[in-house]
């Protein structure tokens, strides 16, 4: 799975990796019917992200997830969880049977992530605002030993209320970390609602900017538009922030912009509706 | 007792000091209080491994447990009050729970702190701290046992609070002196009652087993400056020998030492 980062994408390339998001959206409804509980809406927003990340951008290997050198990513937004247990498990990290037992009694695949090395779970992360910060520690640890690694942070956009988040990102342009990339799954929606009524977050690319990131704008459904954006070449001393426009519930048609679908598990009936929906599309 | 008189605090900041050359993997931060905190000496020497991350310290938890996650021994210090309560969901999720190899080494414990008012008086860091999985709790008597707590922080891997303090404490040990996790020690022997303390009030235990004496009372005086883990089998010891326990702590009774060793009596060998 060490991959070379290339900016462009092969029209095979493009074909591979959104056949992989597919199977990796299929996943999500799957294990989350099975759970009886947990967060679609922003697992499915977050899907292409992780795909082009795993699949495409990260030097990481499955069958040694300590490997030091590799690029890390840290799910900030832990709730999003069964996107990263399906694209971990879709890597190889473990078996894809085992996302049956999403949130089960015993299983190393709670309900937000706790950190186990033995499967590719870098963070423990669930209560929201923590993962830049350790995400700032990763990237400093790197500078100091002088490795190449990146380090990547998915945020949510409703995470963004908590103040620590902008603590981090003081300190990571504080400590010029441009070994550290943060995505923001910007779908709009939080638990109460839409984030501008909730608690008004625009504008925030120029947030961004204020705190001395530098700022990528993009449809995080376009997947060579987000590869483009991930294979900027660094600038240097800088952070790099995208932020990633989705779509609350991407890919299934009655989830796709609905609060209900934040953390709400789909029935049976709807699992089967999404999934012959997933089936469908190009 | 000697009448050598050093602040824990300065013992951190010269243990860093020191073992900071021998172990390149350490690193430290704090949230601008290094100065009261002593971990400028630190910075004064290695500053390519010293974070500063202004006052967030809910930021500089996370920040210690990313480094630790990624090969580093990291120790984080402000004061006692602000290292626990400020910081407590953080160090829980991402220290705690995730089992990383961090260091809280806090000044300012206590009520010694008096002048700057209760805000910064750190009364229930210790309860905060016990009650978190795989958090090892340690108040030291004197600064010979804050260097050796220092020392054994960087050998076992995982999570620690160490709580130091801002006034001197006269020294108790001498540089021969041991620490061991799990163990208490009796520093003065006697038969008709134990005081149990931690800190500060090890010295200020011994000073009044001997006033308890001139009245004839023989007091025992342990320093259980391992309050996590917790040397069951001395507390259990001591009401069986001697009747009646009390316990000394610059802390609410409610989940402190105090708490510590009534759990251990009431479920052991339950005595006044």
Known sequence: ?282 | MSDKMISPRDAYGAALKRLGAEHPDIVVLDADLAESTRSLKFKELFPERFFDVGIAEQNMIGIAAGLAASGKVAFASTFAVFATGRTYDQIRQLVARSKLNVKIVASHGGITVGEDGPSHQATEDIALMRSLPNMRVFVPGDAVETERMVETALKIDGPFYIRTSRVKFPVLFDENYRFEPGRGIVMREGKDITIIACGLMVSESLKAAEELKKEGISARVVNMSSIKPLDRELVVKCAQETGKILTVEEHTIIGGLGSAIAEVVAEEYPVP
Request: proline content about 4%; aromatic content about 6%; glycine content about 10%.
């Open chain 1, 1 to 282: 799975m060490v991959k070379k980062l290339s900016a462009s994408l092969t029209d095979e390339e493009l074909m591979r990796l959104k056949e992989t998001a597919r199977s990796i959206r299929r996943s999500i409804i799957e294990m989350l019917s099975e759970a009886g509980s947990g967060h679609p809406g922003g697992s499915l927003s977050a899907t292409d992200i992780l795909t082009v990340l795993y699949f495409h951008i990260m030097r990481h290997n499955p069958k040694n997830p300590r490997w030091e050198n590799r690029d890390r990513f840290i799910l900030s937004k832990g709730h999003a969880a069964p996107v990263l247990y399906s694209t971990l498990a879709e890597c190889g990290y473990f078996q894809k049977s085992y996302l049956a037992e999403l949130r089960k009694l015993g299983s190393f695949l709670k309900g937000h992530p706790l950190r186990d090395m033995d499967h590719g779970i870098e963070a423990t992360t669930g209560s929201l605002g923590q993962g830049l910060s350790f995400g700032v520690g990763v990237a400093l640890a790197g500078k100091i030993d002088r490795k190449k690694y990146h380090v990547y942070v998915l945020l949510g956009d409703g995470e963004l209320d908590e103040g620590q988040v902008w603590e981090a990102a003081m300190s990571a342009a504080h400590y010029k970390c441009d070994n550290l990339t943060a995505i923001v799954d910007r779908n709009g929606l939080q638990i109460d609602g839409p984030t501008e009524e909730v608690m008004a977050l625009e504008p925030l690319a120029m947030k961004w900017k204020a705190f001395g990131w530098r700022v990528t704008e993009v449809d995080g459904h376009d997947i060579p538009a987000l590869v483009a954006a991930l294979t900027k070449r660094k600038k240097k001393d800088t952070p790099h922030l995208i932020l990633a426009h989705t779509i609350k519930g991407k890919g299934v048609s009655f989830m796709e912009g609905k609060v209900h679908f934040h953390g709400v598990a789909p029935t049976r009936e709807e699992r089967e509706q999404a999934l012959a929906e997933l089936d469908k599309k190009d």
